[in-house]
């Protein structure tokens, strides 16, 4: 990763600390409602108007720079691997990260991430482990 992508995520992580959670209005108020957003529509909304003490609500300005959209906390590009063919057509591992799909088992997880890992790629969502066996 070249000195700018790691310059441009450095910022992303620290904008997304000064970044307020959105929360659905009134959801504090109600059991019924998930915190998930919903964009305030009410004419009298205080959210929509956007009144001091209330939450703040989702605005452009708040996103990530554009060039590291996308990209996993490590600054890399994630591919999913579903599949042989995906792994397959990865390519070169520079500047990728690999993530398994849930649907893939131990034994395919186990069997990808070896060959993933004798081509050099860095994988996101697997740790190895060992199984220690007492011979007697």
Same mark, same amino acid.
């Given at each position: 990763?070249?000195?700018?992508?790691?310059?441009?995520?450095?910022?992303?992580?620290?904008?997304?600390?000064?970044?307020?959670?959105?929360?659905?209005?009134?959801?504090?108020?109600?059991?019924? *409602?998930?915190? @998930?957003?919903? =964009? #305030?529509?009410?004419?009298? %909304?205080?959210?929509? !108007?956007?009144?001091? &003490?209330? +939450?703040?609500?989702?605005?452009?300005?708040?996103?990530?720079?554009?060039?590291?959209?996308? *990209?996993?906390? @490590?600054?890399? =590009? #994630?591919?999913?691997?579903? %599949?042989?063919?995906? !792994?397959?057509?990865? &390519?070169? +591992?520079?500047?990728?990260?690999?993530?398994?799909?849930?649907?893939?088992?131990?034994?395919?997880?186990?069997?990808?991430?070896?060959?993933?890992?004798?081509?050099?790629?860095?994988?996101?969502?697997?740790?190895?482990?060992?199984?220690?066996?007492?011979?007697?």
């Amino acid at each position: 990763m070249n000195t700018q992508a790691k310059r441009l995520v450095a910022l992303r992580r620290r904008r997304k600390k000064t970044k307020p959670e959105f929360v659905r209005q009134e959801s504090w108020r109600y059991v019924r *409602l998930d915190e @998930s957003w919903r =964009k #305030p529509r009410g004419k009298d %909304s205080k959210m929509r !108007l956007r009144f001091k &003490g209330w +939450p703040k609500i989702v605005k452009v300005g708040y996103g990530s720079p554009r060039k590291t959209r996308g *990209l996993h906390p @490590s600054g890399l =590009k #994630p591919i999913l691997i579903s %599949s042989r063919r995906d !792994l397959e057509e990865a &390519g070169s +591992p520079e500047g990728k990260i690999l993530v398994f799909s849930s649907k893939l088992g131990r034994r395919l997880r186990e069997a990808f991430a070896k060959e993933a890992l004798s081509k050099g790629f860095a994988i996101a969502n697997y740790e190895a482990k060992i199984v220690k066996t007492e011979g007697a």
